[in-house]
């Protein structure tokens, strides 16, 4: 035994483990069992692939003749009409009241004449104190020929009522003229456009120069703009006295709002009596010359 394995037996005994590698001897090789002929495979070969089959050979396509290139017939958009716009009234300053209601029945300086069955012109004393002006006629008005008719009418009415104004037959001081800021009305009652206001403006103002009213009560959002030139809306106008060429106008609501929103008529009552108001102290000053 040489001097190592004597070393290396000592620790063993003392249960101390060698503290240098020592050689791994070599595993004896697996000794190959025989298999027997007639064993089965442990599993069964893969089948073979099976071969593609061919392709046929492409067929040739007729080919269509040669055509023109065409383009697609391009519908026109649909576009609503242009308002056809003429010349502005002239010389309407000048106007007496059959001329001007002559000049309003024969109107076509905007689209609205096409539409319209008749120009609305006005109605009432021609020379009364007070001048109620609205927006623009609706299909009634259109009918019948005379601002504010119908729901929105009979409700003027019972206001102009509870200040003992009419404008029918009524003593003086009691009388009212009506008239619209447009003379037609627009299809469909949709709102005035800016340029048939301009339009119709000359003929609204010759009326308001021909009555020479002791004070003008406006209703409605258009007929608020189109007389004091402003774009605020009614809310901040109303409870205050405006002027319009030095007649005195007093801003409310149109009755066709007033039906919609009922909780307002409390408000239109007061600037009715603001206009009541108005009215008396003007008359205690000897009113406007007749």
């Excluded at 697996?30 to 064993?39: G, N, R």
């Excluded at 299809?187 to 206001?197: K, T």
């Amino acid at each position: 035994m040489s001097w190592g394995e004597r070393q290396l037996a000592m620790l063993r005994e003392m249960g101390v483990p060698p503290f240098w590698p020592v050689a791994r001897q070599a595993e004896p090789a697996p000794v190959p069992v025989p298999v027997p002929e007639s064993a089965e495979p442990a599993s069964e070969p893969l089948p073979e692939p099976l071969p593609e089959p061919a392709t046929p050979p492409a067929r040739p396509v007729a080919r269509p003749p040669d055509r023109p290139t065409e383009r697609p017939t391009e519908r026109p958009t649909e576009r609503a009409p242009a308002i056809e716009l003429g010349p502005r009234p002239a010389g309407v300053d000048a106007l007496d009241w059959p001329e001007l209601e002559q000049a309003v029945a024969g109107c076509q300086a905007c689209g609205l004449c096409q539409g319209r069955r008749q120009a609305v012109f006005g109605v009432g004393h021609k020379k009364a104190r007070w001048m109620i002006v609205g927006e623009a006629p609706g299909e009634q008005e259109d009918r019948e020929g005379e601002p504010f008719v119908g729901r929105a009418g009979q409700l003027l009415d019972r206001m102009l009522a509870a200040l003992d104004l009419s404008r029918g037959e009524a003593p003086e001081g009691h009388q009212v003229y009506i008239a619209n800021v447009l003379k037609c009305r627009p299809p469909a009652n949709r709102n005035p456009q800016p340029q048939e206001v301009a339009q119709c403006e000359p003929f609204l103002l010759r009326q308001v120069a021909l009555v020479q009213p002791d004070l003008i009560l406006a209703m409605g959002r258009f007929a608020v703009q189109s007389l004091l030139k402003t774009s605020e809306p009614i809310g901040k106008l109303r409870g205050r006295v405006h002027e319009l060429a030095g007649v005195p106008v007093v801003v409310t609501y149109h009755p066709a709002y007033l039906l919609r929103n009922p909780a307002d008529k409390a408000l239109a009552w007061d600037d009715l009596c603001l206009a009541r108001e108005l009215q008396s102290r003007l008359q205690s000053r000897g009113g406007s010359p007749r």
